[in-house]
DNA sequence: ATTGATTATGCTGCATACAGAATACTTGCC
DNA sequence: GGCAAGTATTCTGTATGCAGCATAATCAAT
């Protein structure tokens, strides 16, 4: 049934659960946010004490929401130094992306087999959406939608911690595909194979899904590169 | 009150890096192991004043390990009730076994390709010491290999990201997989399953692998499925 | 006796205080 | 001028205090 214990998703499957937020939780946010908008600069050391008046927070809290992060392998914390923004080396990029296609090529797979076609209708909708944003030049919506229509497609797979664990790693890596997306040649062939992905989802084409989807992400792999 | 800073293994492994100890760290370290054991019982509310009397510790780094805890699945926090020991349903169960194959099978065919010949002996040392800790039915000890061996496959690829992904994943059902081993005719069948995978590797049979890898995870869910 | 309201207790979430380490700075010496 | 030692300052790590929410306990009324 529900993940975990359960006890909320149920009461929150009719009714709109009134969601408690706690401080943690908002700075967590923010902060991811910080670092891949690069107001957090890789290689940065985070002073608590300034963040946390900036963001109007003491440092419990704050510190709390640190601990996540480094968690979610986006900050370093380095024993009585502080915390930094993780930078990634290029080995990094590769094992993420590695990882990465291998975790979506699972979402696909699955996706093709249990997704039911309001599912697929919704994705397909997606991807038109980002070629509007395409015709038009907006990068920052074209990117948004983009990173949901990867998400969208584990999602499809129904498969709670396949996402989860994609999550974390397209968080490791959003600010430099955001990067690496520029230029018009680039930008073109990362549209073109979007293209290809929806069109093999809606034919349910597993096979075909997850070649595109590895060539998909190995191109990532070259339009990122330089960003390095 | 606080332990030692390092082993003397570690130590005398490479150059002595003095590695400052923090009590969140250690306190973290120290929860895991309560989960797993089920000191800490799935389910159960964890009392911060209560645990953190108990390992002699103020509220403050524990509340940052389990913040981490949460980051890594192992509990749920639950704003103003506090944090709960998750309790995996059958659900969860097969999706994390279903990411898991699919990690340890991107590491095998990895390992296959970039792991030297030393690594993979060390692996098939682990195997036979794991094969006598079976033979002389050791059941923990043989576990606690056996966990062993399959992080060191994946380790054996070379690629960072993935050990950390399956480190955490291997994590959260550490404690249902120990316990579903149970009954020397399950047991029996895992060690055959460990057997075959040694010799894959050995052969480099990145094909064969990844099908004894399949075999294995999927015959772990029937193995775990009524600890449920 | 059961239900509902009301008080009481316990626990979490956050802020602050304090000690010790790390870094920056100053001063003296060559 | 450059380097070293010693001092000053900043920042982290941890403990503690307090307010507010949640739950348990108590009691009243039907």
Known sequence: MTSGVGTLSEASEAYPRIQRRTLHDEVLERMRDMIIEGTLAPGQRINEGLIGAQLGVSRTPLREAIKTL??????????????????????DMRN????LKNLEQLGGRTACENASDETIAAIRALHD????????RNRLEYFKLNQAIHSAIVAASGNDVLMEMHGTLQARIKRLRFIGNEGPDKWAGAVAEH?????????????ALTEVIRLHMDSTRLRVWDVL
């Open 96 to 99: 993420i992306l590695e990882v």
């Open 70 to 91: 480094a968690s979610e392998g986006l900050v370093e914390i380095q024993p009585a130094k502080g915390a930094i923004v993780r930078k990634f080396s290029s080995t």
């Open 129 to 136: 959406a980002m070629m509007e944003q395409y015709r038009v």
């Open 195 to 207: 293209e290809a992905m929806i069109e093999a989802l809606e034919k349910r084409d597993a096979e």
